[in-house]
């Protein structure tokens, strides 16, 4: 490989995960429920995988929306529910939907492994993991977890074992962590999480048989902190504690936690009425709470003593609902190349068999980059974005390699593009013109104090001018085609203009004349000269000071001629051919426009210009003044020398194009103030467009003056 194509080295982040379901059931249907709970105990994470409830005509409870974006479910499976309520609420969802008879076979879904594949197969001793009892109430399912008669009997000898207890021990080993459905989450936890609050435990008491109580449960328990805190929960049938022997005592144990909140226990239910929850607690040796709830952040802080405390009616919503992202990672030192970059590590996870799950890339490389389907697929065929990391499908490997691309931003850009038209081009005048003067030059100084304003004072009028004067002779009989024609022929071959400091600062209003001129020159867009006289053609030429000499002549003619004096020599600038026709042709507000951009982002690459096609033929056309990405975003909209060129239809037009073109924001810029209310129209549409709308005006494109 060309070592010219070797970056550097960067680190990056490699996360191993299951991918993770959310079921959908109907509304009140306890066999789906219970059907929902025995398929997540065969799934690794299934203790997190939400199931939710489906009215007819596929209504939801809000809250179980909340609840399927906290717990970043990757797929929709159809446990129960009707199937056209099913897919109604998947598209809510933003998920794809399998039924269930094809969750292993499907989908992302399948991503997944059984539990007894990953980790450590056994606790110590001879125990086996707890699911409910040979009575299956449905508390029991919902608490410990549950397999079919013929899942047990297919599970492979000597992985881990499973019994069906007497139901206080279903409670019991809640409290101890062996239940079926927390083995589920072995070698699986958030490796990220803000808004993580320290919480009393949660003791949930329900009818045996609550629907309602039971899925809500399942539910809270599902967003649980597996890693960044402890909170204890258990679900527990109203009516029973007080035949257990020494449970109080065993729960005792879980709650001595961090003194950083009162009370210790929420006791909560939806349908147990509040005087059998009092006695349920005292059952439970627990104490009324007097005064006010409290949490802190006190680091240390002593263990909480007993006697423990309790409340009733505490919203346990609040230390659940907070960011989190899933999975066992690892840092993986990466060397990086402008082709192939191989990323090798050893898994976060022991797999004991096969099976597969998700991968998720993140760090530096993949910086800059909008999370767009496009550009993951640029990276690694079958590549996608989630959670911000770019998503990979694997097997349970104990190592993995990927060779994948990292593309430039020039590429990026090309690619976005290509994902929503069906060709793409940069625009002949601006686009190309403003590309090739981009990709050999440094435009900051265009920003500096009076330099566009001097460009534009020196620019030399050609076509767009000779056409207004020329439309003149519209009486005479010409037509706009051939007057167009005539100026676009004889507009090019006047001469360039060239003025000197005095003129610009008096008949321009240029703002230190002199210094922006020389700022010019001092970078090669501009040239000092002197002006020539001659009395044999009567045309005036400006003479480059290095093609000066004692005898003025004139470059027409040839014929001797004066330089034009005052009291001394008077110098004259006039701007290169490149800068001038770039500058008659509109391209500097675009070339400021990006300048501006880059200034405020660190990562960008942006188009001045293109011409985009959204159909085969040429029938569905248009240009965007500018495209591009900055920061990790699309960027995409209009930009004009005069904010009074955008008219209602104009504004409506962009953002539209914007839309199309698949833009996280619109521009609206120019380089003189932009009136207040075109902002307020721009920011309405964009609004409704679900853009977010940047302006950029004359004190944004010109901050020096």
Known sequence: MDSRDYVGPTAVQAALLPARAVYLVADGSEGGLRRAVQEACTRWGGMTEPIVPVKPGGEIDPWWQRVVSTARADSAVNVDADPDDAAKVAETFGLSLVPLADIDRRGLAAFTVHPDAVGPGELPGSNAYVMASAKRGLWEVVGAGDLTDEHVESLRAGTFYTRRPHEDEVARAQLSGWTLVERTCSQFAEHWARGLESGPAIVWVTEPGSFADCIFFWNLRALRPLRYGSLPMLLLPVGQVQHWLNFASELRHVLERPDQFEPDVAVCSLAVSDADLHKTASELDLQHHEGEPRIGHAWPAAARKPPFTYLLGLDARRWLVFERSYGEVTDVDVQLF????????????????????????????????????????????????????????????????????????????????????????????????????????????????????????????????????????????????????????????????????????????????????????????????????????????????????????????????????????????????????????????????????????????????????????????????????????????????????????????????????????????????????????????????????????????????
């Open 338 to 705: 402008r082709g192939t970059t191989v990323v090798r590590f050893a898994s976060p996870v022991e797999f004991r068999a096969g099976g597969t799950a998700l991968v998720r890339l993140s760090g530096a490389l993949l910086e800059g980059l909008p999370r767009h389907p496009a550009v993951a697929e640029r990276i690694i065929k079958g590549g996608t974005w989630r959670d911000g990391a770019l998503q990979i499908t694997a097997r349970g490997f104990g190592d993995y390699l990927f060779e994948i691309h990292v593309p430039g931003l020039a590429e990026v850009t090309t690619a976005l593009l290509g994902a929503v038209t069906t060709r793409h081009a940069l625009s002949t005048k601006k686009g190309q013109a403003g590309m090739a003067w981009l990709q050999q030059t440094d435009i900051s100084p265009l920003a500096q104090p009076g330099v566009f304003a001097a460009i534009r004072a020196l620019t030399t009028p050609r076509s767009k001018e000779l056409l207004r004067e020329l439309r003149k002779l519209r009486d005479d009989g010409a037509v706009d085609d051939e007057l167009a024609e005539i100026a676009a022929h004889w507009g090019g071959r006047a001469e360039r203009r060239y003025r000197s400091a005095n003129q610009l600062q008096r008949d321009a209003a240029v703002v230190e004349a002199a210094s922006a001129l020389e700022r010019l020159c001092a970078v090669g867009w501009a040239e000092r000269g002197l002006s020539v006289s001659c009395g044999a053609c009567g045309l005036p030429s400006f003479v480059p000071l290095a093609e000066a000499t004692g005898r003025a002549t004139c470059p027409g003619c040839l014929s001797p001629a004066q330089y034009e004096t005052g009291s001394a020599l008077a110098v004259y600038y006039r701007l290169s051919s490149h800068l001038d026709l770039l500058s008659d042709q509109g391209v500097l507000p675009h070339l400021l426009t990006i300048a501006a951009l880059q200034r405020q982002g660190k990562q960008s690459h942006f188009l001045p210009g293109v011409d985009v096609w959204f159909s085969a033929d040429d029938s569905d056309k248009a240009e965007a003044d500018i495209f591009g990405v900055r920061n990790g975003k699309i960027l995409s909209g209009e930009v004009k020398t005069s904010a009074a060129e955008f008219t209602p239809e104009q504004v409506n037009r962009d953002v539209k194009l914007s839309s199309r073109l698949g833009a996280d924001t619109h521009i609206l810029a120019a380089t003189d103030e932009i009136p207040l209310e075109v902002t307020e129209m721009a920011q309405e549409l964009c609004t409704a467009s679900r853009l977010t709308l940047l302006v950029l005006a004359r004190t944004d494109l010109l901050p020096f003056g």
